[in-house]
């Protein structure tokens, strides 16, 4: 039989690369060449269309048919002479990355064939969309979905192998317009966020007409070599492993974080890297994570859904690029067991249309005290809605990684640092200040000075879920795999939420209170009561932590499917219908898809381990046992001493009988869960019945793995997996 094992370490040993060289060295010489942007558009179209088109983005609003079939023919010319011969609406279905379906630009009219693309194909499309889930909503309303144009994402150039498609982003929704995808609720929560966020700045700024929000995601993951990983079944069914014992020496030394980068790796970096910068994707960071093999990227961050859009695309291109350096990239947040998983930071603030962010102090007192209102509504509204935000980032991979080793716990906290923690402390426990005529308001409140320096001096807590970081927050809890719009799509709506809330109380207050400085902190001294307990310094990590979070009777809510609970309570319901961002139908579509999405993923872990156990563990286990019980017979017939060999095969034995009677009756619970009606119910199942035997066989294994001789063991170990590169 073909030892792939063998094969495959062979096959890395021996590997060759061609350097992948590029012939521009300057990066701004070829920037966003493949992308339909802001330059491109004015070249192609006149002034007055140009402005109208702007205008129509800037305000979300619908594009006039002559503005589409203008930017169609632009596009269609444009791409052409880029040897582009297809286009395709590119949506974020509910599962699964991106999606698309391509077709050509060549028809033939009349007998004759030609190169066509009308404005009404660049505004909508009618994609077959029966293969996409879509969580009952379209049996509910028996109606089928179309994509429409996302104006506000420029349209870019994808190259696969020889096929060019130019790519146009759309939002996916049913005919009754309940959204199919991830885009259509992002942008609705950055409409929601947009008006609030505006209208409270009107009380510091009337110039303020427009608020973005920015995001800079921070990418984790895993390279493994392509052979090593073909050899494991399940890196292959479920991206992580299952079975393997830790290598001698782990992440212990931490000299991964420091050290450079392999070669190999490199070229694939520079490869991928320059393929995302075509595409406008602004990457600027790479480095070596903690882990051995474990590498992150990161671009400068952006309007948040380019930067969405921007993320998942990257996610694509680095594994289409990896095929070629004979790599696999590992999205999976946590591959291996006993080092780091892999996150995805998303780096979130709010910027006005003249780019001052709003979550940047500064040394003027004025603008300080708006820095202050948009922190505290965030600290608000992640008190607030912390089980919202902690079921954004729910799923069966993230569950192995919050509250393991390195990554933030399933509490959700805050961390603000020393100096605005002390701010706050300051606000919290000063009563009703009196405010004489003359006096320098700002000085008597105590925030004449927020300290410039916290900009310089910002403590860095890397434990915290959701840290703020100078002039940012970085929500951590967020996993590898995640599509930043549904995180983010929670955090706007409830930020979203609390700057409405403020805008009223501050409007009563106003009535009481003429000094509009002192009514503003009097609503801030108000939130800043209401949501202390969420604000953690300390290590996140710690034991001591759990039990303090549970006294301040913060939830830990360690599972998905108890996460994603907290998307059917009323008050979640209520939130996203207030915002404008969510029906109740909506909601529970994607709930309903998450929980299937959960059962679906133990279900095949669950499966894969089976076969594993049965098909690849115990067969060599036996094969190593019958050669020790010929070496213990001999040993016999000679009188020596068989102490040791007979001490293994009991060993071997202990551990295969224990294998194979929990794989038994692992099954035997998955049975009973698949016959459970509820949903919810069977994904509780599967993760207090079915999941809980995944460490148990695990450990059988892994001691398996120490016990039978390494020329037999089917299965690529750990340290050929994070090391062989
Ligand atoms: P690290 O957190 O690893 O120290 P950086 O501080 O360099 O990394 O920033 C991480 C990410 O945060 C980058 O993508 C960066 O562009 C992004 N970022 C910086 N400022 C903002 C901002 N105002 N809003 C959103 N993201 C930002
Ligand atoms: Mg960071």
Known sequence: MLKLREEAIKEVAHRKYQLFERKESRISDFYAENVFGDAEMRSHLSVELYERLVRCIDRGERIDYDIAEAVATALKSWAMTRGVTHYTHWFHPLRGTTAEKHDAFFEIRNGQPMEHFKGSSLIQQEPDASSFPHGGIRSTFEARGYTAWDASSPAFIYEIANAKTLC??????????????NKAPLLKSIAAIDKAATEVCQ???????KVTVSLGAEQEYFLVDRSLFMARPDLVMCGRTLFGHSPSRGQQLSDHYFGSIPRRVTNFMVEFETEAL???IPVRTRHNEVAPGQFEVAPQFEELNLGTDHNVLLMDIMERVAEKHDFR???????????NGSGKHNNWSLITQDGRNLLSPTSKAKENLQFLTFLVCTVKAV??????????TASAGNDLRLGGHEAPPAIISVFLGAQLSSVLDELDKNANVKVGKGDNVYLKLGISKIPEIILDNTDRNRTSPFAFTGNKFEFRAVGSTANPAIPMTVLNTAVADVLCQFKLLLDKELEKETKKEVAIINVLRRFIKQSKNILFERDNYSHDWVEEAQKR?????????EALAAYRSQESKALFERQAVFTPVELEARTHLLMDEYVMKVQIESRVIG?????????TAIKYQNMLLENYNGLTQLKLDTKYVHGLIKDISEHIAQIQQMVEDMTEERKRANAIESETTRAEAYCHKVRPYFEKIRYHVDKLELLVDNDDWPLPKYRELLFYK
């Open 329 to 339: 990239v590992l999205f999976h947040e946590k591959p291996f067991k006993g080092i």
């Open 168 to 181: 146009i982003p759309t939002v996916f929704v049913s005919f009754t317009g309940a959204a199919l995808d």
């Open 611 to 619: 076969d594993l156990s049965l098909n690849h563990i115990i067969p």
């Open 278 to 280: 075509r595409l406008g």
């Open 383 to 392: 008190h607030d809605y912390a089980d919202l935000l902690r079921a954004s």
């Open 203 to 209: 009380y510091f700024d009337k110039e303020v007409q």
């Open 553 to 561: 009777g913060l939830t830990n809510l360690q599972t998905t499917p």
